[in-house]
């Protein structure tokens, strides 16, 4: 018997309403015309990967690094309207803005 059984069995006059989890709007992030820099450094003997060049809402941006540094498992930073990630994952991101329908140049090596 599972959670939900229990409670029917609990209040059975109670009708379940719709999850919030529905309700949730689609993530919209801002296109832009001009491609996102994704960049490759090492700082202090480290590779860290830089993206920069993003023209829209810095709170865009952020949630846009938040889900590329939990979709690769990886550290990272947003700072002066740059994502900086821990390693040399250019490839991997590159992919991923460009499901996303961003534009992406590749500097550097």
């Known amino acids: ?46 590779p860290i990967t830089i993206l920069e060049g993003y023209t829209g809402a810095t709170e865009d941006f952020k949630k846009l690094a938040k889900d590329i540094k939990k979709t690769l498992s990886v550290g990272g930073s947003f700072k002066d309207d740059k994502i900086i990630i821990q390693g040399d994952y250019r490839a991997k991101i590159m992919d991923m803005l460009k499901e996303k329908g961003f534009k992406v140049k590749r500097v550097g090596g």
């Open 1 to 46: 018997m599972d959670l939900q059984d229990q409670l029917k069995n609990l209040f059975p006059d109670h009708e379940p309403q719709d999850s919030p989890e529905d309700k949730e709007p689609k993530e919209h992030i801002w296109m832009q015309d001009e491609p996102i820099i994704c960049k490759y450094e090492k700082r202090k003997g480290k």
